[in-house]
C-alpha cells in the first residue's frame, strides 16, 4: 500500500462552499500573495475571477512530492483544512502544483502561517473599542496649516524611537520618526485640549492603544507587521480617515510609550 493512504492527514476532498471562498479570498485582500497580481478583475458590471484556492501540502500527492515533502511542517490537522489551504492566481496555482520543491513550499507555508498571525490579531482587536473622541485627532490631520506643524516640529535628537526599533526595520524605524517629527506635537496638543474639555478622556485612550497592541503582539513577531495590524484596526474604528493620519497617530504611541518596548541593552 502507498505510504500516503496510510497518511492520516490525508482525507478525502472537500468541497469549498461560498463563504470559505470568500474567506480565504479576504484572508489575502483580494490580492494573489505570491505575484501581486488582483484576484478579481471587472468586468462590464461583473468581477472576473482570476483566483483558485490551492491546496498547500497537496490533498493526493504523488510520490516524489511524499519523498521532496517528508519532514516539513504541514498546517491543520488535516489537507482539508483551512489552515492548508490559500487563495492563489490560477497562473501561480498552477506553477506551485508543477513545481511543489521544499523551497516552494516552505514559502508558501511561511506567507500561510503570516495571514493565520494576522487575521488572528485582526480578531483579537476588533472587539477592542476605542473612544469615539479619537477621530477628533485624525480628522484634525487633514486640517492642519503648515506653518503650525512647522513652529511644533520635534527636534530629531529628542526621538526614542532608535531604543525601540531594531536597525533590521529600517523602513518603519524612518516612517515612524518622521511621522513622529512632524505631528507628534501637534496630537499632544490635540489631546490635551481635548482632555481639558472634558471631550476625550485621554488616559482611556492610551489604554486601550496598549491593550490592542499587546493583543497584536500575542499573535505577530514582526514589528512592521504589528504596526500596519494597528493602523488598520485604528482605520476601522474611524471611518473616512486615511491610513496617513491612522499612521501618524499609532506613531505618537509609539514614540509615548503605549506601542512597542524598550529594546534590552
Known sequence: MP???????LIKRI????????????????????????????????????????????????????????GLERLGTSCEDFENKIALCKDCHGFYDDHKTKEEYSKLVNIKKILLSASKAKISTSHQDIEQEIILVINS??????????KMELEYQALKISRKIEKTYSILKIKIETYVCIYYNFIKETFQNLDQEKKLNFDLVAS????????????????????????????????????????????????SCEVFHEIPQ
Request: proline share 6%; charged share 25%; aromatic share 8%.
Open 208 to 255: 486601550e492603544i496598549r491593550s490592542s497592541f499587546l493583543k497584536c503582539e500575542k499573535e505577530i513577531v514582526s514589528k512592521s507587521e504589528i504596526f500596519e495590524a494597528l493602523v488598520k484596526w485604528l482605520k476601522s474604528k474611524s471611518d473616512g480617515s486615511s491610513s496617513e493620519a491612522c499612521e501618524a497617530v499609532i506613531s505618537y504611541f509609539v514614540q
Open 3 to 9: 505510504e500516503e493512504l496510510n497518511d492520516p492527514y
Open 141 to 150: 490631520l487633514s486640517n492642519i496649516d503648515p506653518l503650525t506643524l512647522q
Open 15 to 70: 468541497s469549498i462552499t461560498d463563504n470559505m471562498d470568500n474567506a480565504h479570498l479576504l484572508e489575502v485582500d483580494g490580492i494573489c500573495p505570491l505575484c501581486g497580481n488582483y484576484l478579481l478583475i471587472p468586468k462590464g458590471k461583473r468581477m472576473n475571477k482570476k483566483y483558485q484556492i490551492a491546496h498547500i501540502y497537496p490533498n493526493s500527492p504523488t510520490p516524489n512530492e511524499v519523498k521532496e515533502l517528508q
